[in-house]
């Protein structure tokens, strides 16, 4: 079991930054691809980025490519997402995940956070 906590969102004008940090509870996190999704009012929960174990390989959706920013340090338990040049259609609730293989497929993901909300103003 893998217990995870979102922080760093927060309300910023477009063509700012954000930077999201994921701090997992266990000591196997090593072992474990995490992720990033988002979830805006109405809309399904999507994925955004992903990262393999080994901090060596990144998956990142065609919205975010370029803008957006992937990472993890084993040592400290935490996976991060660094948000750069963000816009209003990045407003969503951020959660990042926990997937015992490396895939953008959101059903792969067991364990979840609580989520972290960024609002980008127009």
């Known amino acids: 079991q893998v217990q995870l906590v979102e922080s760093g969102g927060g309300l910023v004008q477009a063509g700012g930054s954000l930077r999201l940090s994921c701090a997992a509870s266990?000591?196997?996190?090593?072992?474990?691809?995490m992720g990033w999704f988002r979830q805006a009012p109405g809309k399904e929960r999507e994925f955004v980025a992903a990262?393999?174990?080994?901090?060596?390989?990144?998956y990142y959706d065609d919205s975010v490519k370029g803008r957006f920013t992937i990472s993890r340090d084993n040592a400290k338990m935490t996976a991060y997402l660094q948000m750069n040049s963000l816009k209003p259609e990045d407003t969503a609730v951020y959660y990042c995940?926990?997937?015992?293989?490396?895939?953008?497929?959101?059903?792969?993901?067991?364990?979840w956070g609580q989520g972290t909300q960024v609002t980008v103003s127009s």
């Open positions: 995940a926990a997937s015992p293989i490396f895939v953008m497929r959101i059903t792969a993901y067991r364990y």
């Open positions: 990262i393999n174990w080994s901090n060596t390989n990144t």
């Open positions: 266990t000591t196997t996190f090593r072992n474990y691809a």
